[in-house]
């Protein structure tokens, strides 16, 4: 499978609701490489559900999170990432570690999202998903918080044309052969 691929300690933070595709996203790289609330919050509370557990699971992400980038390791935040203050949170440690932060913004319809819950082994109560994909950042909110867009096109046996490449935030999104009924869209800060 064509994946992207990061320069080293890279902070690859995945931005979408329960349900987009973000742990599917991110299935592509070692699980060493990822943190992720829903598994620490499983470890402290043996369910990913335990909302109570969720101020550990951010304490134990956090740690992991600058362990490996004071490491120079390439890392991916598998959460939602939908609050501006988290993600300003994520700007501010990949900028104390003088690492590259990329951002992944999973922009599904609402009504893949939901399909996409229901077959899940955890499915998230409906009014959450709908809760959550409301608070859904664009590319011109990324780009205000300090992510600017950058180039990606699609894997593609065939080479990608005009539609595909991206100047700034404001142009269209760009399709992934993974999520043909949302868009996955890139955006990066240098």
């Known amino acids: 499978m064509n994946r992207l691929t990061f320069e080293p300690g890279t902070m690859c933070t995945l931005i979408g609701p329960p349900g987009c595709g973000k742990s599917t996203f991110a299935a592509q790289w070692p699980d060493t490489w990822r943190v992720s609330l829903d598994f620490y919050r499983k470890l402290a509370a043996d369910t990913e559900t335990d909302q109570s557990a969720t101020p550990v699971a951010v304490q134990a992400q956090n740690l992991f999170l600058d362990a490996r980038l004071a ?54 109560p409906a009014h959450i998903v709908r809760e959550f ?13 300090g992510w600017p867009t950058v180039t990606w096109p699609p894997p593609s046996p065939t080479p990608p044309d005009d539609r595909y490449r991206h100047r700034h935030a404001r142009q269209p999104r760009v399709r992934h052969p993974r999520y043909p009924a949302g868009r996955v869209l890139l955006v990066h800060r240098p």
């Open 133 to 145: 994909h409301h608070l859904l950042p664009t590319a011109e909110q990324l780009h205000d918080e």
């Open 71 to 124: 490491r120079g390791l390439t890392t991916i935040v598998d959460s939602t990432n939908l609050r501006a203050s988290a993600r300003a949170g994520l700007l501010a440690r990949a900028a104390h570690w003088e690492r590259p932060a990329v951002a992944v913004l999973f922009d599904v319809p609402l009504a893949t999202v939901e399909a996409q819950n229901a077959g899940r082994d955890r499915v998230v």
